[in-house]
């Protein structure tokens, strides 16, 4: 079946570096992979996608690449700030369109 | 105005009641989806619809019944609840994902947090 994984310690880093996340899955290769965050008591909301033929995709401060012959994604945040302190969710299409498989998503702490 | 709002924010009930989420999105989109996620933060589909009509069941129990009045619309009644189902609940809406290239963003709601005593 499709298994996302995502570190489940949170990280924590000081703030002005760069915070790295990972996302691996296995058993299948996904059309597309999106990446989203989660503070507390919200919904997710969305950052990033990025398709199988894209290496690299920009937004301001956030970087995705996604390398489909390792299966793995990663996510940065450059110079990063407290206010990028969330939880961060991988999320590759699933076996339809219709489906998004999360993972358990990552922590990041960024400190002052 | 909220994109996608769903009530109510908090719901606390006993075992064996029937309760249900309602979801509104304002954003035209055609397709809406529920999510589930667990104490250990998994956030995992429950089911999808786009216009109107059911596209994903993940093996949900039958206890489970989503329905669409229109596009807008997605709401969830629970029968004969379990402590099991005790989870956040989370509704969302995009575009359609079923066009040639997929992929659309998910926009979601702030949440249900469902405690079942």
């Known amino acids: 079946s499709q298994k996302i994984e995502q570190n489940s310690e949170a990280l924590n880093i000081q703030e002005g570096k760069t915070a790295t996340l990972t996302c691996n899955y296995t058993n299948y290769s996904p059309a597309y992979l999106q990446w989203y965050r989660q503070d507390p008591g919200r919904g997710p909301v969305f950052l990033l996608l990025i398709r199988e033929n894209e290496k690299e995709k920009r937004k301001e401060r956030l970087k995705v690449t996604f390398d489909t012959t390792l299966k793995q994604s990663l996510f940065h945040i450059t110079a990063s700030q407290p206010a990028d302190s969330a939880t961060y969710l991988c999320?590759?299409?699933?076996?339809?369109?219709?489906?998004?498989?999360f993972g358990s998503g990552t922590r990041l702490l960024v400190r002052p | 105005d909220t994109a996608v709002s769903q009530t109510p924010k908090y719901l606390v009930t006993q075992m064996g009641n029937d309760k249900s989420i309602k979801c509104e999105q304002n954003l035209g989109h055609d397709t809406m989806y529920w999510y589930k996620q667990d104490s250990k933060k998994f956030l995992k589909i429950m089911f999808s619809y786009n216009n109107k009509e059911l596209i994903i069941n993940e093996t949900v129990p039958n206890r489970f019944s989503p329905k669409s009045p229109d596009k807008a619309h997605l709401n969830l009644h629970i029968n004969s609840l379990e402590l099991g189902d005790s989870a956040v609940y989370f509704c969302?809406?995009?575009?359609?994902?079923?066009?040639?290239?997929?992929?659309?963003?998910?926009?979601f709601g702030s949440g249900t947090q469902l405690s079942v005593l």
């Open positions: 969302a809406s995009s575009h359609d994902p079923g066009h040639r290239y997929g992929g659309e963003k998910l926009f």
């Open positions: 999320a590759p299409e699933g076996d339809s369109s219709y489906k998004l498989i």
